[in-house]
């Protein structure tokens, strides 16, 4: 379990922002208790948005995730991961595409595909195993969806819903890209400038927008 304690370049859990976030959030309990505590930090206190992806190497590291009031799922996931080992619990970030059936028309525009690849999701290690922790939609953008907002309990795994509150299709997970200890950047960077040339081409970058006043309507 040691390199999932560990600080590295993009989980900077040594940094001191990251450890007071992690002290004022967690709470006291047992590593369970604290490990939800993180979880709904990261969900409700980051906004998702699509719309903040800028792939510069320094925006994925814990410590600048922070910084922002908004950000996608990736950097999010990485910001968990790190909270938690700055708890003394391990973590690790796991990858899947995913196949989102309820994106917006501006943003499936931009991508050219609703196939959204290595959506990025935390993995802890509670009670003597691993548990999935997707703290990436906030509970605003949820209701604002129509989406059900994912919980965690820190027993089960916490993953994307199939369905919406209305019955239709949301997400449908396609492809695990396994899990990792560190960030993979450099794969990451490459796959999203394969799979989304319009939006993240050279010299590209995603555009600008509030993903959930789009959304909203």
């Known amino acids: 379990m040691e390199q999932y304690l560990k600080p ?15 002290a004022r959030h967690a709470g006291g309990g047992v590593p369970r208790e604290q490990a939800v505590r ?11 948005d699509p719309y903040s992806m800028r792939f510069e190497p320094d925006n994925f590291r814990a410590s600048a995730v922070l910084r ?3 950000d996608f799922c990736i950097p999010k996931a990485v910001l968990l991961a790190a909270l938690a080992r700055a708890r003394g619990i391990p973590a690790r970030l796991g990858f899947a595409d995913v196949r989102n059936h309820l994106a917006t028309p501006r ?18 290690h509670l009670e ?3 548990v999935k922790a997707t703290p990436a939609f906030n509970l605003g ?11 965690f309990d820190g027993r089960s795994d916490s993953v994307f819903h199939q369905y919406d509150r209305s019955g239709r299709r949301h997400m449908e997970y396609v492809r ?10 450099a ?5 999203m400038r394969e799979a989304y040339p319009a939006m993240l081409g050279e010299g590209k970058a995603a555009p600008d927008g509030d993903f959930e006043a789009e959304i909203a309507g």
Do not use: N
Not at 107 to 124: K, V
Not at 176 to 181: F, K, V
Not at 187 to 191: D, G, R, V, Y
């Open 8 to 22: 590295t370049r993009y989980l900077d859990c040594d940094e001191p922002a990251v450890r007071d976030y992690a």
């Open 38 to 48: 993180l979880y709904y930090a990261v969900r409700d206190g980051i906004r998702y």
């Open 68 to 70: 922002r009031e908004r």
């Open 107 to 124: 943003l499936l525009q931009a991508m050219g595909t609703d196939l959204f690849i290595y959506h990025g999701y935390t993995e802890l």
């Open 128 to 130: 003597g195993k691993w």
């Open 141 to 151: 953008l949820c209701e604002k969806a129509g989406v059900k907002p994912l919980e």
């Open 176 to 185: 695990d890209h396994g899990s990792y200890a560190d960030l993979p950047y």
């Open 187 to 191: 794969e990451i960077l490459a796959a």
